[in-house]
């Protein structure tokens, strides 16, 4: 499950709705670490973040897929 939030104060609703749809298309483009298991995905801008409109499709993607790659695996206590 993914979950994406973007306040207002990170943009108009164009820049937030773009932001959203970019991320959905990242998380499913690197989907592999999350087949194991149940997983729920929060993404939301840092408060230091940029505003959306300015972050590319490929921070997006390295930032997901890091975060991705770092969940520990589902058999190990």
């Known amino acids: 499950m993914l979950l994406v939030t973007s306040p207002r ?3 108009g609703a164009v820049q937030r709705n773009r932001f959203r749809r970019r991320v959905r298309m990242a998380f499913l483009a690197d ?3 999350l087949l194991n298991g149940p ?3 929060w993404v ?3 408060r230091m ?3 959306v409109d300015t ?3 490929q921070e997006i ?5 890091l975060a991705l ?3 520990p695996a589902l058999d190990t206590p």
């Not at 993607?61 to 897929?65: A, F, I, N, P, V």
């Open 55 to 57: 972050i590319s499709f």
């Open 31 to 33: 989907l592999q670490p």
């Open 9 to 11: 104060k990170t943009g």
């Open 49 to 51: 973040a940029p505003p």
């Open 61 to 65: 993607e390295s930032q997901l897929r």
């Open 44 to 46: 939301r801008p840092g």
């Open 69 to 71: 790659h770092r969940l």
């Open 39 to 41: 997983w729920v995905v």
